[in-house]
């Protein structure tokens, strides 16, 4: 038993259900398990003051070393990071365009995207004022063609109206990032790249940075581990700058506004910025300091030994669930669709208990709830995503899927 098994956790104290999370990172249930040595940090961090603007840069230098990148930021979330970067290539270095957001009369405000790379995260790019344009089919998901979308077609979307690329990088996204970034790169627009669930492997912190992208995005909240109210962008050092004038709390003084030389080149701007469109998406000292923290946990970890533990809990949950009868249990890869291996479990409506909705419906009711992955309910599926899961859980988990599947004899 551990806390939430037990029914001695916080939650429990405060009268509301804990999870027992079989899902993965997952942002609604809490994302990830957070780093003990980023609580510890948070918790000194708290205790005294620092210019927000000199801990970014710190941080920038940091984020810049662990990607390739010539600059980064921290934001309060991949979300908040899509954003803000949609809001530097909108504004660039430009004060008046920065206090007008999200208006963006007369400003170039379009965002291509591969119509197979919209997701409910693009909103993001729409609140700071950008259009999207998509563009390309959906054909191969139909199977009534080879491609989704043509680098040409890409490439006849880019007008004087257009402001960035967005891409969302999974293993299987079509086309290449580095098809893209060469279009882009010919009509000199900036690619922004969703990567908020691609750790591991620790590689792809540089992967998108050097197929040439200009800002990449990670979330700070799933494999990082990092507080959940965090992100990164990485990428081009006068895009980051536009991030931090636009989300940095600005109401000072012009004569004596000094934001470091590393972040802010001052001499370029036409005057302080007013409170930008990201002054709504606050980082707190607590959490950039639990994220710089975090991150360097993150870059010393032994991510083949972490996979390899995920693999064994996936191996053993697959081989016992499949003796239940009804149900019929298959172990994916990790880099499927998520980063961890996944036990698929096929539940069989003609000879289980109850359905596959049933068994989630009824996982979740429960006190601690248990929370099994949900987005194949269609098939009769059922998942299971480890790398949330402490060992000490895993029988738990096992004993609560079985009461509700099992046939009583
Ligand atoms: C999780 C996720 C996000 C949002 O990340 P947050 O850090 O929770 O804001 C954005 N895009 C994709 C593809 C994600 O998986």
């Known amino acids: 038993m551990n806390d939430a098994t037990a029914g001695e956790t916080i939650y429990d104290e405060l009268g509301v259900s804990p999870v027992i999370n ?19 940090a948070m918790r000194r961090a708290s205790r005294s003051f620092v210019r927000l603007s000199d801990l970014q840069a710190e941080a920038s230098s940091r984020i810049a070393a662990a990607t390739g990148a010539e600059a980064g930021y921290v934001t309060s979330g991949a979300s908040a ?12 270095r430009d004060v008046d365009r920065m206090d007008r957001l999200p208006d963006t009369t007369g400003i170039p405000d379009e965002i291509i995207m591969a119509r197979t790379h919209r997701t409910g995260y693009d909103h993001a790019f729409r609140a700071v004022g950008a259009t999207i344009v998509d563009v390309g089919t959906n054909d191969r998901r139909l199977g009534t063609g080879a491609t989704n979308v043509e680098p040409w ?5 880019i007008s004087e109206k257009t402001a960035a690329i967005g891409y969302v990088q999974k293993p299987y996204t079509q086309p290449s990032l580095e098809t893209v970034t060469d279009v882009a790169a010919d009509h000199d627009v900036p690619v922004i790249v969703d990567a ?40 081009r050092a006068e895009l980051i700058e536009s991030i931090a004038l636009q989300h940095l709390d600005m109401h000072a003084a012009a004569g004596v506004w000094s934001p470091p030389s590393a972040l802010v080149d001052v001499d370029r701007l ?3 910025p007013r409170q930008g469109i990201g002054r709504s998406m606050k980082v707190g000292k607590e959490e950039l300091v639990g994220l710089i923290v975090a991150l360097e ?78 987005d194949r309910l269609d098939e009769d599926i059922f998942t299971i995503d480890p790398c949330c899961l402490e060992a000490i859980e895993i029988d738990y988990l096992l004993e609560r899927i079985r009461a509700h599947t099992a046939r009583r004899s």
């Open 22 to 40: 079989a899902t993965g990172t997952k942002t609604r249930i809490g994302g990830s398990r957070i780093r003990s040595e980023a609580v510890a």
């Open 81 to 92: 990071g899509l954003a803000l970067a949609a809001a530097a290539t909108l504004a660039g």
């Open 153 to 157: 077609e890409i490439e006849a979307a």
């Open 196 to 235: 908020a669930a691609e750790l591991p492997p620790a590689e792809n912190l540089s992967t998108f940075v050097d197929e040439g992208a200009d800002l990449v995005v990670f979330s700070g909240g799933k494999a990082i581990r990092g507080p959940q109210t965090t992100g990164i962008v990485a990428g």
């Open 270 to 272: 036409d005057g302080v």
């Open 297 to 374: 946990s993150f870059l010393e970890e032994d991510h083949a030994e972490r996979v390899r533990v995920w693999r064994e809990h996936a191996d053993y949950l697959a081989t016992e669930l499949s003796t239940v009868t009804g149900l019929e249990t298959e172990v994916t890869a990790g880099h499927d669709v998520s980063v961890a291996p996944a036990v698929v479990v096929r539940v069989n409506p003609d000879v289980a208990r109850s359905s596959a909705t049933d068994v989630v419906r009824s996982l979740r009711a429960e006190r601690p709830r248990v929370f099994v992955g949900a």
